[in-house]
């Protein structure tokens, strides 16, 4: 009895988390982007790359103080004469000038940067995808609902082409072709919902939800066919991507301090005790010294250096200079689309309008025999077709604006597009 007590109460438990994603409240895109950045391991990846690059800052910035170390010598002396043994215990201290006067650790704060801009670009990269994926959820919830919808319409439709049969109004034909539709229409239905579990399981993946759970998602409001972006082509400058390649560029320029700093030379101190066992000597001792180890000759090593560094200059900002390029092109394309998006929307409203009256209008003439039952079937695919299409251009809108501000690196207005004030 504990056992079977026992068995019910964990199937509950592990149940539950299921539950609540099914009893919440919808899911909005801002939260759901929360949750998928928060349990993005591609993400995290990238956090500790921008921490490796900052310890690797503290390293570099290390080079600017004094380093010291401890020396043991032994050396055993073997003359004609007479041998002895001679040990010394040294302190050393060496500072490399070079690298405090022209600052070298810059170039590694600059890779701070850099790493913290792909951060940004992988960030972007979740973003567009669990967009997508939400966006296509909705638009594959919609259309299952129409399809379900007009399931029913033709049922009842078959209902009155059978009493019109039966009555001798109608031929069978018109039986058939409406079971041809609504066996088409079961088709369409199970594919759609396949496609929504599809999308559900990597959206569950995405945000770290319990296996199978499928939460309910908070639509797109109609209005945001009447969001604009006043994205400008200066507002590229955000683009993470650009971002990293200019901080590339501007490490690689701060990495010729380095070819400096090597130039410049090293000033060493050091002090200890040796014991001397040389008979002809005086005895142990204490040693103080300072020197100077001055770099005099590398066979052109800093030239080839610097000229390597120059040309990454010049690789980087070509680079650079093609992305914005594209970048440009990219942004100036989706502001046209949305444009053309946001003008077939409404012709799409008001095409809806007539489809849906002429739905009515055939529905009314089939049953006086004005029109064939294909004309009727025709009217009732073209008016759920019509409203697919408005739906689509809605999502496929929201997309657009998607890209747009993220291209841009606007991750606030993205989260705020479900908002009813913007």
Known sequence: ?????????????????????????????????????QHSYALNSYEF??????????????????????????????????????????????????????????????????????????LLDVVRRVASLYLGILRSQQETNLLEQ?????????????????SGARTELDV??????????????????????????????????PTGAQPELQEMPSQIIDIVPDSIQAALAQNPALQALQFREQKQNLRLRE????????????????EDGDPTAEGNYW????????????????????????????????QRAQA?????????????????????????QERLRITQRTQQIAAANYQAGLVSNLEYLDAQEENMATQVTLNETRLFYAMRLIDDYALTNQLDYIKRLQEKER
Not at 4 to 31: D, G, K, N, R, W
Not at 180 to 201: D, G, P
Not at 259 to 274: D, L
Not at 306 to 313: D, F, H, M
């Open 1 to 37: 009895m504990n056992r079977m007590l026992l068995t019910f109460a964990l199937s509950v438990c592990l149940q539950i988390p299921a539950l609540l994603f099914a009893q919440a409240t919808p899911l909005s895109l801002s939260e759901c982007l929360d949750r998928a950045l």
């Open 49 to 122: 790359n921008v921490q490796a690059a900052q310890a690797a800052q503290q390293a570099a910035t290390s080079q600017y103080y004094p380093h010291f170390s401890a020396e043991l010598s032994h050396n055993q002396l073997l003359f004609s004469s007479f041998n002895y043994r001679q040990q010394a215990g040294m302190a050393v201290a060496d500072w490399s000038a070079g690298d405090w006067l022209k600052k070298t650790a810059r170039a590694s704060a600059k890779q701070v940067d850099v790493e913290t801009a792909d951060k940004q670009i992988v």
């Open 150 to 166: 007009r399931q029913q319409v033709l049922e009842a439709h078959q209902q009155v082409a059978e009493a019109l049969w039966q």
């Open 176 to 209: 058939m072709q409406t079971r041809t539709a609504i066996n088409m229409s079961a088709e369409r239905y199970n594919a759609q919902q396949a496609e929504t579990h599809k999308l559900y399981a990597a959206l569950s993946r995405l945000l770290d939800l």
């Open 259 to 274: 070819v400096q700093a090597s130039k410049w030379p090293h000033v060493q101190m050091y002090g200890g005790y040796v």
């Open 287 to 318: 040693q103080v010294g300072v020197g100077l180890q001055v770099p005099l000759f590398r066979w052109g090593e800093a030239k080839f250096r610097g000229q390597e560094i120059e040309a990454t200059i010049r690789e980087l900002h070509s």
């Open 324 to 348: 914005e390029r594209e970048m440009h092109i990219q942004l100036a394309q989706l502001t046209l689309e949305l444009n053309q998006l946001r003008a077939n929307y409404h012709l799409q």
